[in-house]
């Protein structure tokens, strides 16, 4: 029966007419049946049965859904996320699972596969990175490997307060101003300074995911004020009874047609902010004062101030930086927050340079800062139809100032710049207003949360651009931010 075989065989091949066959054909033989199949052998065939297996948890135990795994060659081009051979998220048990394959995307020989593969793990906050055991193509193993990931959030960083209340008791009322005056116009309450302040403090600690600790180791109840009008060449600062009296008016016809503007320099000096700030006994100072008080959102003094939403101190009596906000208690806590926005916005333009996306033609010429800041109207130039995240005005889908509300639909990277500085610019997702939402029926305070609480906090230094990745500490200690990036 062999020998029948052999000859049918060769009939066969004499039959094929010249033409070209890929794979010899063998025979399994049996005492009834007979199979053909390939006779390519795995290896040479390049089919590697090597198999990875990751599992990803938290420091206590708790599987990591949704944890990002990426693979690659060598420990370089996992500090600068370039040429990832795999990338691939966990499954609901914190599982993510490679194939030898995978590995061999471009059908080397296993001798130039063969080895320790670096990995980058992350969601979030939450990061690790690791290394393989050696990785051996030419067996036929399962290979299981654990991680568990930190806590990436930079260290926290206590910031010294100095709060300013210029809302003085009025006689005979025995009131105070927030509580006897409203805004020509409208009819709402203004707010309590000490309260809303305390909101401040507190959602300024929450949206820097805790990386901040506002300490507030001063509080003052201003009877003198530091206010005066824009045409009093002399620069004569109101009294409490003059303030009152302006206010009092129908349509504050002097405040407005006048202006007003602010002794930084007699306020600091009065209560010893400037030495304070020189001894370390405090970082910045919050002001809460009443509508045409004449400060600015934000203002800055000290020994090579920038501008910060002002223009600098020109006569700073102290060395150190300080900070100084100033807020109105006749808006809310969500005006407040804009303000530090633009003090955020200003320091970032300090540290990366300002926008210019009107002189960029391509995604690679923007600094990581006017990526950031690129909603959709910016961005689509860049990426057409697309967004990151945007500025204190515009959220990713504005089409003018204050758009908060904006109900239009638009692919954003805003998920991205929770997993700084590891910008894969792959995984868009559609987001409105309802992203944000509006507590307190605000959706400007939805906006001004969800902005700040984006910004980068962790540790490290972006390998890409040589800046912390931590952005608030450039915002609450310039000067030592500066050194850190330095240093590190």
């Keep these: 029966m062999y020998e029948d075989l052999q000859w049918i065989y060769i009939k066969f091949i004499m039959r094929m007419n010249g033409a070209l066959v890929k794979y010899s054909l063998c025979f399994l033989i049996s005492t009834s049946v007979f199979y053909f199949i390939s006779c390519k052998k795995n290896r040479d065939d390049n089919v590697i049965s090597l198999g990875l297996n990751i599992t990803i948890t938290d420091q206590t135990g708790r599987k990591m859904e949704g944890a990002t795994v990426e693979i ?28 030898g394959n995978e ?14 593969y670096y990995l980058n793990v992350f969601k979030h906050n939450m990061r690790q990175q690791a290394e393989t055991e050696f990785l051996d193509f030419t067996k036929d193993k399962k290979t299981d490997q654990s991680i568990y990931l930190e806590n990436a959030n930079a260290e926290t960083i206590t910031v010294k307060v100095a709060v300013v209340y210029e809302n003085p008791v009025l006689l005979p009322q025995n009131k105070r101003l927030h509580e006897l005056f409203i805004t020509p116009g409208y009819s709402f309450k203004w707010n309590d300074p000490v309260e809303l302040s305390q909101n401040y403090e507190k959602t300024l600690e929450e949206v820097s995911g805790y990386t901040i600790d506002y300490q507030i180791v001063k509080e003052i109840d201003a009877g003198q004020l530091f206010t005066y009008l824009k045409n009093d060449p002399e620069k004569r600062l109101l009294s409490v009874d003059e303030v009152a009296k302006y206010l009092g ?59 910060i939403n002002s223009p600098p101190n020109e006569n700073p009596t102290c060395t150190e930086l300080l900070s100084i906000m100033g807020l109105n208690y006749e808006r809310d ?17 300090q540290v990366y340079g300002w926008w210019n996306y009107d002189n960029k033609t391509s995604l690679s010429q923007l600094s990581t800062w006017e990526k950031y800041s690129a909603y959709g109207l910016r961005y ?69 949360k969800y902005y700040l609480s984006h910004m980068p906090r962790y540790k490290g230094i972006n390998p890409n651009d040589g800046k912390l990745n931590n952005w608030w500490h450039y915002v609450v200690d310039y000067n030592n931010a500066i050194k850190k990036q330095t240093l590190d």
């Design 72 to 99: 690659y060659s060598s420990a370089e081009d996992r500090d600068h996320g370039r040429n990832i051979i795999i990338s691939k998220k966990t499954d609901a048990k914190g599982i993510v699972r490679f194939t």
């Design 103 to 116: 590995f061999n995307k471009n059908n080397q020989t296993f001798e130039k596969i063969n080895g320790v």
């Design 249 to 307: 008016e129908e349509n504050w016809e002097t405040f407005k047609e006048i202006g007003t503007s602010y002794d930084y320099n007699a306020m600091v000096a009065h209560y010893g902010f400037d030495k304070m700030r020189d001894k370390g006994e405090i970082h910045e100072v919050w002001v809460w004062t009443f509508p045409y008080g004449g400060m600015w959102e934000s203002h800055m003094m000290g020994k090579d101030a920038f501008w």
């Design 333 to 349: 806590l969500a005006c407040a927050l804009e303000s530090y926005g633009h003090r955020f916005e200003s320091t970032m333009m």
């Design 380 to 448: 689509d130039k860049f990426e057409k139809g697309k967004a990151q995240i945007g500025n204190v005005h515009f959220p990713p889908n504005g089409q003018q100032d204050y758009d908060f509300g904006n109900e239009t639909y638009i692919l954003s990277y805003v998920d991205d710049w929770l997993n700084y500085p590891y910008l894969r610019g792959n995984e868009a997702r559609s987001v409105n207003r309802t992203e944000w939402g509006n507590p307190q029926g605000s959706w400007q305070l939805g906006w001004m």
